[in-house]
């Protein structure tokens, strides 16, 4: 159980265009999921903080007009980053948890890698 | 936010070998994982563990919350061991991440 997938797995894309990324759970119910990014032998650093049904919050230093995030169901939250450029190129993973508190396990996506050109 | 840090930050071992990594906290926590990151970048859990011990085959992990360290125990490693092992923690609703420890296992 508490399986996260992602999708796509990897996405190219021209600087200037919007990509979509989806970050579903697939056997629970995630009233929290958390967007992260990796950059290349780095660590994971938190983006933004989604709850179903309410706005994200994001992180101090994230464009939240950048990255758009939308947690419209219990299953299911996506990250849109829009207007791409070769900075945003990184690793994209989310995570999901079920009761949405410090003290519940997270369960990682694989994540998604995004290369802008 | 809480600073976590976790040492070695590389560790080259031979196959059979037994390594111990650890994750220092700089305030108390609600929560502690850690995870396996494997070369395709998956993140598999391996504990949750905020105090206590505990056991699964080969790995055994140690919360000492009122000191604020956890370790990790690989027993016996393999080549498949091999990856980037994160420590993270909660005070609240978010996780901190170390910045990892490099493990290369050697057939």
């Known amino acids: 159980g508490a399986v996260v997938s992602q999708h796509p797995s990897r996405v190219i894309c021209k600087s200037g265009t919007s990509v979509k990324i989806e970050c579903r759970s697939l056997?629970?119910?995630?009233?929290?999921m958390f967007w992260y990014r990796q950059f290349p032998k780095q660590s994971l650093m938190l983006m933004a903080t989604s709850n179903e049904g309410s706005k994200a919050t994001y992180e101090q230093g994230v464009e939240k007009d950048k990255f758009l995030i939308n947690h419209a169901s219990l299953t299911l939250s996506t990250l849109t980053v829009t207007s791409a450029h070769p900075e945003d190129s990184s690793f994209y993973i989310c995570s999901a948890s079920r009761a949405g508190g410090a003290w519940e396990t997270q369960y990682f996506g694989p994540g998604t890698r995004l290369l802008v050109l | 936010g809480i600073q976590v840090e976790q040492s070695p930050p590389d560790l080259i071992l031979q196959e059979g070998a037994n390594s111990t990594l650890r994750c220092n906290f700089s305030?108390?926590?609600?929560?502690l994982q850690w995870f396996h990151q494997n070369p395709w970048g998956q993140l598999i859990n391996l504990f949750y563990?905020?105090?206590g011990t505990k056991q699964n085959g080969r790995l055994s992990a140690t919360t000492v919350a009122t000191e604020r360290y956890s370790l990790l125990y690989i027993s016996s490693s393999q080549t498949t061991d091999s990856g980037v092992y994160f420590c993270?923690?909660?005070?609240?609703?978010?996780?901190?991440f170390g910045a990892g420890t490099t493990v290369t296992v050697r057939a």
């Open positions: 993270a923690v909660g005070g609240d609703y978010k996780l901190s």
């Open positions: 563990i905020p105090s």
């Open positions: 056997d629970f119910q995630a009233t929290t």
């Open positions: 305030d108390s926590v609600n929560n």
